[in-house]
Structure formats: structure tokens, C-alpha cells
């Protein structure tokens, strides 16, 4: 054999045990540990807490201790929060490639939830932006909490009177990437026409109702039971999945929204207008390769055509948070809510939001703070 092609053998052979020895590090989940004492003059409060990598039986309902704000920031006494699928994603720490940032083995982070709503119980010496007193809405580490701590500059706006905090605490996540894969992502002009498919899930709920702000024809993908919820909420056309194919149905559409990934690459484009473009917002469930995959041959077919087909990756941020406030009081957005938790059981309620049944968000209400 000649000297290149040992070379090259060697070097193959030392990169498969470099990937086989990555993916056992990541996979490796630790096993939980009794959770710390915590002193007996220590101000607490009860949260949710994830100490390892599970089910949702792995998570906690704990006393911890309050935190106490910087400079810079806001103490939120959390009235209401919402549960999303990057919660079990890093409860479960699923796929494994994000313990790359999350911890290999447990979580790094053990506080649980990022959507929320409630009012500023204090503030640092240097915030200029909010005051003891006022309501707010957002996203930050550990909402399933009585308190949570937040910089005054991140992911926080004042919450519109005329909205309970139920409904400013779905907004978050959900309807933040809705308006990125629409506005951002998907450069929605008003005229142009629109697929949502998963029109009836968190995400999908708002991305209806956003694209119609927007000004677009807007048709929307879900089960026979949600079709009338989703016509409610403004589509002009339906697709029941159980009873039509849309990628059969002769539309042509200037952007696609797909929250699922039920349909293949090739069927999508087939909708698709010669210059359109498609978000690939959710995809299949899996540990390894499948929530990627689509992904992947997105990123791999889209320079040989013309039509523009990537994932996005949505950003928290506060303006986006205010724009979104505006919608609400303006009575051109609201939150569907399909089911509320305490938030001892949160549990459960991500148990719930893993069957991929919820029609709109689910909702975690404090319990009551005894002083």
C-alpha cells in the first residue's frame, strides 16, 4: 500500500473514533443527585428545577433562593409563564448535540422556563427602563419561578393594559419566531400569499395572525378538529392534513411556514413559486440526525435553485417584544390557550405539550407567594 493512502486510511480511521468518541460524551447522561440544602435564613421561593438530563419526572419542585438583582437588573414577580418546546428540549437535553451548550452529562443551567409575564419587585441601582410596580412581558432563564432576574436591556417589555398576563406570557418564544420566519426570514410583503403548516400550535396560532397583520393571503395546514379555530383566527384557506394534501392542491405560494416537517423537500417546492421561499421553523423528533435532516438538504439544495429554502433561529429581543404589543392592543393579535397548569404540576404540563396535541400555548399560573 502506498505511504498517501496509509496516510489517508490513518486519518479516516482516527476521525470515526473522534465522531464515535463525541457522540458518547454527548449521549452520557449522569444520574440526579439529592439536591442541595439551602440555608435556613436564606429568602427563597419555589421554582422548577432540572438537576439531569429526563423525562418529565426528572424535574423538581423546589424551594431555592431568590435572586437578588445588579446594576442592571429587573427582579420580576412571575404571575403567569408558558411552556414551549425548547423546554423539554433541554429538559430532556434532546438532540444531543445542544449538551454541547446546555452540559454534557446535566444540565449546566438548572433553572427551567423562558416565557413570562408579571410585575418588577425591584430593580438595580442603575435601571433606567422600568420601575417597581410596573407589568411586564418576555422571555428569561427561569420563569417557572416566583421570581425571575432579567437585564433591563434583553428580552422585557411593558405589557399592554388591556392584556391579561395569561396572554402576555404565551407571546415569548412562539410568537416572536412566528414574526422572524414571517418578517425577517421570510420577507412577507403585503399581497404576497403564505402557507403555515402547523397552523394550529403554539408557533403556528400567532405565524396566522402576524401574516395577516402583514397584509398576505394567508392559507393554514392542521387537523380536522383545529380547522375552524384556524379559519377563526383569519386564514382565508384551510387544509385539513387528515383529508387534503396541500402540496397537491395546485396553490402556488410566495413563502412557506413549515413547524412540522411532514413533507418531503421535493413536495414543498412543487407549491413553491420559481422565487419563493420556505422556513423550516420545527421538524421530526430524534437524538441524532432526524430533527436535522431537513435542515441539512435545505442547506445543500438551495445554492443549485431558485427558490430560497433555510432555517431560522429565533433571537429574543425587546423591540421584537414591543412590536408585538402593539399587534395585541390593536386587537390584531391575541393568544390562543389551549390548557393551564400550577406550577407544582409543570410536570405535567410538559408532558402534555410532548404529545403535540395543544391547540395554542399552555400556561403555567403561580402559586400563590406567601410573604
Known amino acids: 500500500m502506498k505511504l498517501r493512502y496509509k496516510i489517508i486510511n490513518g486519518f479516516l480511521a482516527l476521525l470515526g473514533l473522534a465522531v ?21 435564613d436564606a429568602d427563597t421561593m419555589k421554582a422548577i428545577v432540572s438537576r439531569c438530563y429526563g423525562g418529565p419526572e426528572t424535574l423538581e419542585y423546589l424551594d431555592v433562593k431568590k435572586p437578588k438583582p445588579g446594576p442592571k437588573d429587573v427582579i420580576v414577580e ?11 428540549h433541554y429538559m430532556r437535553g ?30 438595580g441601582d442603575d435601571v433606567t427602563k422600568f420601575a417597581v410596580g410596573d407589568a411586564v412581558f418576555g422571555g428569561g432563564s427561569g420563569a417557572f419561578a416566583n421570581y425571575l432576574l432579567i437585564p433591563e436591556n434583553r428580552a422585557i417589555a411593558a405589557k399592554p393594559v388591556s392584556i391579561s398576563f395569561e396572554d402576555a406570557a404565551a407571546v415569548g418564544i412562539a410568537a416572536v419566531t412566528a414574526l422572524q420566519a414571517l418578517r425577517d426570514d421570510g420577507r412577507l410583503v403585503a399581497g404576497e400569499k403564505v402557507l403555515i403548516n402547523g397552523a394550529s400550535g403554539g408557533v403556528g396560532t400567532y405565524a396566522v395572525q402576524i401574516a395577516k ?82 435542515p441539512l438538504k435545505a442547506v445543500m439544495l438551495s445554492p443549485f435553485i431558485g427558490q ?62 406567601t410573604e
Open 20 to 40: 464515535v468518541a463525541l457522540a458518547i460524551t454527548i449521549s452520557y447522561t449522569s444520574e440526579c443527585t439529592p439536591p442541595p440544602s439551602v440555608a435556613a
Open 94 to 123: 434532546s438532540p444531543y448535540l445542544m449538551r454541547l451548550s446546555a452540559g454534557i452529562g446535566k444540565p449546566s443551567d438548572q433553572r427551567m422556563g423562558v416565557d413570562f409575564a408579571g410585575v418588577v419587585s425591584e430593580v
Open 213 to 294: 397583520a402583514l397584509g398576505a393571503e394567508v392559507h393554514g395546514v392542521c387537523s380536522t378538529r383545529n380547522v375552524e379555530m384556524v379559519r377563526a383566527l383569519g386564514a382565508d384557506h384551510v387544509f385539513d392534513y387528515k383529508n387534503e394534501n396541500y402540496t397537491e392542491s395546485g396553490n402556488e405560494y410566495d413563502l412557506i411556514i413549515d413547524m412540522v416537517g411532514n413533507q418531503s423537500l421535493t413536495a414543498n417546492r412543487r407549491v413553491l413559486k420559481p422565487q419563493g421561499r420556505m422556513v423550516l421553523v420545527g421538524g421530526p423528533k430524534g437524538n441524532w440526525v432526524a430533527p436535522l435532516w431537513s
Open 78 to 88: 412571575v404571575k403567569a409563564a408558558a411552556v414551549n418546546p425548547l423546554d423539554y
Open 308 to 369: 430560497d429554502i433555510g432555517m431560522m433561529l429565533t433571537e429574543l429581543r425587546g423591540d421584537d417584544l414591543e412590536y408585538l404589543a402593539g399587534l395585541m392592543t390593536g386587537g390584531r393579535l391575541a393568544s390562543r390557550i389551549d390548557t393551564r397548569y400550577s406550577l407544582a404540576d409543570t410536570a405535567e404540563a410538559l408532558r402534555y405539550l410532548e404529545t403535540q396535541r395543544a391547540r395554542g400555548k399552555v400556561i403555567i399560573t403561580m402559586d400563590p407567594i
